[in-house]
């Protein structure tokens, strides 16, 4: 039986501040919490936590699609109020590592497959922002490379009212389990 990983997706200052610049806003900052629980418990289980960050250029062609976000190295970047507390505290856990992703979907382009191959992981757990976006398109990345994926309603959000649409395509598509 494989480990299990958690990738918490895009949980940054522009996507889940009030002021970030394109911010799921409230939603996103209400699932904090419940996505902290689980990090710890994944970490007490000896499981692995990734977190899946968008990295953009300043003069990345990403913008003529969205306002500027994620900018390498700027405030909007970094995570999320207690997530960043969290990540600073725990960057250094052999099962804790941070992927940079270029795209929506967090294993295109990125290590991120062969981190978790080698740590055997075998099933991801699914969080963060946006869940018609970045999460249905990591869900798809996951499960185009053999993994088990499985979608958290409770610590997913967006700024749409696609949230359950997408969560349910997951199922239908991707063969996601629902919690």
Known sequence: MGKEALLIIDMSNDFVADNGNLTV??????????????????LAKH???AICMDAHEENDAH???????????????????????????HQDHPNVIYIA??????????ELDEELKKRGVTKVHLAGVCTDICNFLTAYGAYARGYETVAHRD?????????????????????????
Not at 79 to 89: I, K, M, R, V
Not at 101 to 110: M, Q, S
Not at 155 to 179: P, R
Request: glycine residues 4%.
């Open 63 to 89: 913008f003529e699609l969205w306002p500027p976000h994620n900018v390498k190295g700027t405030w909007g970047q970094q995570l999320f109020g207690d997530l960043q507390s969290w990540y600073e505290e």
């Open 101 to 110: 992703k270029p795209e929506y979907d967090a294993f295109f382009r990125t």
């Open 25 to 42: 806003g409230k939603k996103a900052q209400d699932i904090v919490p419940a996505i902290l629980e689980f990090a710890n418990e994944c």
């Open 155 to 179: 610590k997913m959000a967006t700024f749409t009212e696609q949230q359950d649409t997408f969560i349910e395509h997951m199922k239908t598509i991707f063969k996601t389990t629902i919690i």
């Open 47 to 49: 499981q692995v936590v």
